[in-house]
Every structure is written in structure tokens, then in C-alpha cells.
């Protein structure tokens, strides 16, 4: 995989704080620092998905709480039908 060049611009207030961030997480090199923020807010919006998807089905449910045996049984009796 190629990697492109990217532009991103930073107000002069914030490039101590820029700076700070790429020292520490991405030891001085800004694209590793990126590709690392992506990767992590990639997972923080999967798990924000998947919260909801939580929510919405314990809502379908009537905020029921199933133990894992009774979810077996779903998926099975669904699998069936």
C-alpha cells in the first residue's frame, strides 16, 4: 500500500499540544501519530456502533437483560425458522 501525503492545518495555539502528542504517542514522527489516532478512533467508533445496536435491542426488549444460555437459545430457535 502507497502512502499519499495529506495537508492538515493547525492553528499556532494548538501546535504545542500537536507537538506534545507526536513526541509521546508517535515518537516524533507526525504520520505515525496519525495513523495511530485514526486506528484508535476507528475502535472508539465501533464501540460507540456497537453500544447502540445495545441499547437499541435491550429498548426491543423492554430492557430485558438475556444471560448468555437464553441468547444461544434465540439465535438457535431463530437458525430453525
Not at 500537536?18 to 464501540?47: I, K, T
Request: proline share 1%.
Amino acid at each position: 500500500m502507497a502512502a499519499k501525503t495529506v495537508g492538515i492545518a493547525v492553528s499556532d495555539d494548538l501546535r504545542p499540544a500537536l507537538d506534545e502528542v507526536v513526541e509521546h504517542f508517535g515518537h516524533g514522527n507526525r504520520s505515525e501519530f496519525l495513523r495511530m489516532a485514526v486506528r484508535d478512533y476507528q475502535g472508539r467508533l465501533r464501540l460507540e456502533r456497537m453500544n447502540e445496536i445495545r441499547d437499541r435491542a435491550r429498548d426491543e426488549r423492554g430492557g430485558r437483560r438475556y444471560s448468555t444460555d437464553e441468547v444461544l437459545d434465540l439465535i438457535r430457535d431463530s437458525a430453525a425458522s
